[in-house]
């Protein structure tokens, strides 16, 4: 059985609406060359907030998620878990890029993995992004919910962040817009190798004095801290 501890809330690191209006009209949320991904997850609402799982490396887990996940999940997400399954085509939002992920250590992401798994795209913010996914707690139980989730751990995170991530990266691409008030950067960027494929994202700015003299439009090559998933160093490049 598993044991649930109690544990606040990820912190909302960006603008949702700001960030998949850009992203729209930049053509990088789509289903060809999939790039649903986002810079940051969400904070879960208050009935999920507490909710934790011992078992993200139990292999007992690990082999009824999987078998859950070809049931349920396959045909959507696909295989390889980056959203190319054969129904992904046909829907007005992409199945989310399992691969690319913030379960940054235990308890520190399990929350909002299961108020996904759980709710699906039945609530806001992914209601608006016409998400089609299932509320998986009416189809399955809690248990059967948390095993999806060890194999998807397993299979496609490959461990938690803080245990793969480097601790910086270093990229470069073209800003996008500048949001000083959410101290954020919009930049459509090259694929940062081994980290990130190319995309347009958001990114949080520490210090936010480096936004300063940087404007939309400008080609920039920039440091990521991955513990803080920031940039914190970027500098304008010719």
Partial sequence: MLRRHYRHGLALALTLGLISTLVTAESKHGHDGHTHRHAKWESPPAPYASMRSDLWTNDNAITRGKTLFQTHCELCHGADGRGTGPAAK?????????????????????????????????????????????????????????????????????????????????????????????????????????????????????????????????HVRFTIDTQQNAIVKIEKIK
Avoid: C
Avoid at 102 to 125: C, I, N, Q, T
Avoid at 133 to 161: I, N
Avoid at 182 to 206: L, N, P, R
């Fill in 90 to 218: 046909g829907l007005p939002h992409a199945p989310a890029d399992l691969t690319h992920h913030f379960h940054m250590k235990p308890g520190d992401g399990d929350a909002y993995l299961f108020w996904r798994v759980s709710e699906g795209g039945m609530v806001e913010p992914f209601k608006s992004m016409q998400s089609t996914m299932p509320a998986f707690k009416t189809v399955l139980s809690e248990d059967q919910r948390w095993d999806v989730l060890a194999y998807v751990h397993a299979q496609f995170h490959k461990g938690f962040k803080s245990e793969t991530n480097p601790k910086s990266v270093t990229g470069e691409g073209k800003i996008i817009a500048v949001v000083p008030d959410s101290e954020q950067v919009v930049v459509d960027h090259k694929a940062i190798k081994g980290f990130m494929d190319a995309m347009t994202m958001g990114y949080k700015v520490h210090p936010t004095t480096l936004l300063d003299g940087l404007h939309a439009g400008d």
